[in-house]
């Protein structure tokens, strides 16, 4: 059975910050591959500041093309708008059943988990690996038995600096 950590993102634009901490999660998480599962649409973030799915796609594809334990899922590509992460980790369950996922988050986005749908689901089911992100405070859910928190590099850039920084050139 292969252990798979799901990178969940909209990577708009995937940044070194992004492939950082991937890199990181395969050397210490206990993950046999690394999958960025590329969000056509998250339903806690503006739609209308999200690039094409397709040039989103073909960026990161880019950036991981000689990185071999590390690919690209556009599973959610297909399913109901807006994504919603315990719809996607039930299809991939479904589609692989000799597979297990485990997923990859920043403490920003543990932080306000309650947020999600199904939220106490995928805690319950699924092992979440965390890199810290800055001004972060830890709430219970950072002493779940199923959250490993990482003494990751601490990445301090979005996606958002960097469409700004492209805006203003």
């Known amino acids: 059975m292969s252990t798979v950590g799901l990178y969940f993102g909209s990577f708009n634009p995937v940044h070194d910050g992004h492939l950082a901490i991937a890199e990181y999660m395969l050397e210490h ?11 056509p649409q998250n339903p806690l973030k503006n739609p209308d ?32 708008k807006p994504s919603y992460t315990i719809d996607t980790l039930e299809k991939l369950t479904e589609l692989y059943p000799n597979t297990t996922f485990s997923i990859i988050m920043g403490s920003d986005n543990l932080e306000k988990i309650e947020q999600w749908k199904s939220f106490e689901n995928i805690l319950n089911v699924y092992k979440i690996f ?3 992100r800055p001004n972060v405070i830890p709430n219970a859910y950072f002493k779940h038995p199923n959250v490993t928190i990482f003494d990751a590099p601490l990445m301090d850039i979005s996606s958002t600096e960097v469409r700004k920084g492209l805006k203003n050139q």
């Open 29 to 39: 998480a206990s993950i046999d591959e690394l999958w960025f599962m590329l969000s």
């Open 49 to 80: 500041e999200l690039w094409s799915n397709e040039k989103r796609f073909e960026l990161l594809k880019s950036a991981i093309d000689k990185r071999s334990k590390m690919s690209i899922s556009t599973i959610e590509w297909d399913m109901p």
């Open 130 to 132: 965390v890199y810290p």
